[in-house]
C-alpha cells in the first residue's frame, strides 16, 4: 500500500484539548512520580532541579515541537510518518531510522514500566487491606521484599495493568484513547491537588520546599546531568515517537507551540508538585531518608501513611494517582507500534495491540526476574531491569531527540515545516505589528534552538555524561 493511500487512516482527536490531555497524560506517568522524586532525592535536590527544568526549557520543549510537526504532517504511526516526510524532503533514508528506533524503544520501555505500574496496583490492595497502619521501616521493606520476590506476584499486576493498556489502545484513537484521558486527566488533576492539600496540612512542607529548591551545587556530577536530561525526556515522552504518533491525531489548525507549551508546564508542574508531596509526606515522619532509591514511593511512603491522620485511605488515593498515570502513560508507549501494525499488516487494531502486548509482557519478564531469581544475572553491573531503563533513558531518548532536532532543524522541507508552524510567525517576541513579525518571530527563536542549543546540549551531556559513567 502507498503511504499516501493511508495517510490519516486512524482519525483525528475531537479537539486541541484532546490532544492536549492525552498528550500531558503521556507525559504525566511514573516518570514524574516515582522516577523524579527518588532522582532529585539521589542527587542532592535544588540543583539538579535546576538542570532539569533548563534542560525541558532548551532542549524538551523544542524538541517536542519537533515531534508533533512530524507527526502531524506524516499522519500516520512514527514509522510511516518519518517514511513520508523524508520522501518528501528528498533525504537519506537513514532518517527513517527516527521511526524505528522509537517505535522499539517505545516496546522496551513499557516492559519494565508495567512492572513498576504493577506494584502500584499491588499497594492499593496493600493499603486498603490495612497492613500497613503503623509499619515500620523495616516491616515495610519486608512487605515491599515479600512482592518483588515473588515472580507470581509481580506477573499478575504486569499481565492485569499491559490488560488495561489493551483496553483503551485496542478502542482506537476516538473511543479508546481519547475517551480514556478524557476521564482520566481531570481525576488525576483532582487526586493531585487533593493531595497536596494533605500534604500542606499533615506534612512537613517546609522541609520539602527546602530540599527540593535549596543549591547544593557540589553534588553535581556530568553523571547527574546526562540524568537529568535523560529524565526531562522521560517525563516529557520524547525522543521515541510517542508525541510523534500524538501528533499525528491533531487537529490541522491547533497551534504546535501553544500546545506543546501547555503539556510541558502541567509535565513540570506535576513533578515538582508530586516531589511536594512526596517529601513533605516522607520528611514528616522522622528517620526516613530521601534518597532511598526506587523503594522511595513503595518503602519510604507507606511507613509516613501508616503513622498519619486518615493515612490508610490518602494512602489508597495516592496509589489509585500512580496507577492511573502510570496507565495513561503507558498507553502512549504502546500506540505508535499498534499504529504501525495496523497500517502494515491490516490487522484489526485489537489483533495488532494484542500481539504487541503479549511481545511486551515477554521481554517483561526480564525485569519481573531482575527482582528475584535473576537479580544476580548482571550486564556491565546492571540487572536487566536497571539497564533497560539505563539504555532507553540516558541513551535511546537523547539519541532519538538528537536526531529529531537535526532532521527538523536541517534537513525536513521547508514547506512542510513552515506549514504545520506558520502560526508561530505571528507571535513576536518584540514587535507587534505584522510586517516584522517573520522576522522577530519566535520560530526564528524556535530554529535556533532546535538547530543549535538542542543537539550542542545533548551531545555534550551525552558525551560526558557516559564518560563519567564508565570513569566511576
Ligand atoms: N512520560 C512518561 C512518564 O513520565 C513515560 C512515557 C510515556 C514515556 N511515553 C513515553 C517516556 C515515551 C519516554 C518516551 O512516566
Request: net charge neutral; aromatic share 12%; glycine share 12%.
Amino acid at each position: 500500500m502507498s503511504i499516501n493511500a493511508n495517510r490519516g487512516m486512524h482519525g483525528v482527536w475531537l479537539s486541541r484539548w484532546t490532544f492536549i490531555m492525552a498528550a500531558t497524560g503521556s507525559a504525566v506517568g511514573l516518570g514524574n512520580l516515582w522516577k523524579f522524586p527518588y532522582v532529585v532525592g539521589n542527587n542532592g535536590g535544588g540543583a539538579f532541579v535546576l538542570i532539569y527544568f533548563a534542560c525541558m526549557l532548551l532542549v524538551g520543549v523544542p524538541v517536542m515541537m519537533a515531534e508533533v510537526v512530524l507527526g502531524r504532517e506524516g499522519r500516520n504511526s512514527p514509522i510511516n510518518s518519518m517514511k513520508y516526510v523524508v520522501k518528501g524532503s528528498d533525504s537519506g533514508r537513514v532518517w527513517q531510522l527516527i521511526g524505528w528506533m522509537g517505535v522499539i524503544a517505545g516496546l522496551l520501555i513499557l516492559s519494565f514500566y508495567a512492572v513498576i505500574a504493577g506494584w502500584g496496583l499491588h499497594y492499593i490492595l496493600e493499603l486498603s487491606s490495612g497492613s500497613v497502619v503503623g509499619i515500620n521501616g523495616e516491616s515495610a521493606a519486608s512487605l515491599f521484599g515479600e512482592l518483588t520476590s515473588s515472580p507470581a506476584k509481580l506477573i499478575v499486576w504486569q499481565t492485569i495493568f499491559l490488560g488495561m493498556c489493551l483496553l483503551v489502545v485496542s478502542g482506537g484513537v476516538k473511543k479508546g484513547l481519547g475517551a480514556a484521558v478524557e476521564i482520566l486527566m481531570p481525576l488525576l488533576f483532582i487526586m493531585l491537588v487533593a493531595m497536596l492539600i494533605y500534604a500542606i496540612l499533615e506534612g512537613n512542607f517546609i522541609a520539602a520546599c527546602k530540599f527540593l529548591f535549596e543549591f547544593d551545587i557540589a553534588s553535581l556530577s556530568w553523571r547527574a546531568i546526562l540524568e537529568a536530561m535523560g529524565l526531562a525526556f522521560f517525563t516529557l515522552s520524547i525522543g521515541m515517537g510517542a508525541i510523534m504518533a500524538y501528533g499525528a491525531y491533531m487537529p490541522a489548525d491547533a497551534s504546535i507551540g501553544k500546545t506543546v507549551l501547555i503539556v510541558s508546564f502541567f509535565d513540570s508542574l506535576v513533578a515538582i508538585i508530586a516531589g511536594l508531596i512526596i517529601f513533605s509526606i516522607v520528611f514528616s515522619t522522622s528517620g526516613i531518608e530521601p534518597s532511598a532509591g526506587p523503594g522511595l514511593m513503595f518503602i519510604s511512603l507507606p511507613v509516613a501513611f501508616g503513622s498519619m491522620p486518615a493515612g490508610q485511605s490518602i494512602g489508597v488515593i495516592f496509589f489509585v494517582l500512580v496507577v492511573i498515570a502510570a496507565w495513561s502513560s503507558a498507553i502512549s508507549l504502546l500506540e505508535p507500534a499498534t499504529a504501525w501494525l495496523v497500517e502494515a499488516t491490516g490487522f484489526t487494531r485489537f489483533m495488532a495491540s494484542l500481539s504487541l502486548v503479549g511481545f511486551v509482557w515477554i521481554i517483561g519478564l526480564g525485569s519481573v526476574f531482575s527482582f528475584n531469581v535473576g537479580e544476580d544475572f548482571k550486564l556491565a553491573g546492571f540487572t536487566i531491569f536497571d539497564g533497560l531503563d539505563f539504555l532507553t533513558s540516558n541513551i535511546f531518548l537523547p539519541i532519538g531527540g538528537l536526531a529529531i532536532s537535526l532532521f527538523v532543524g536541517f534537513v525536513m522541507n521547508r514547506n512542510m515545516l513552515l506549514r504545520q508552524m506558520i502560526d508561530l510567525d505571528c507571535y513576536s517576541l518584540t514587535l507587534k505589528t505584522p510586517s516584522y513579525c517573520s522576522i522577530f518571530s519566535l520560530r526564528v527563536l524556535w530554529d535556533w534552538l532546535l538547530r543549535f542549543v538542542a543537539p550542542i546540549a545533548i551531545t555534550a551531556i551525552f558525551i560526558m555524561g557516559i564518560y563519567d559513567s564508565i570513569v566511576s
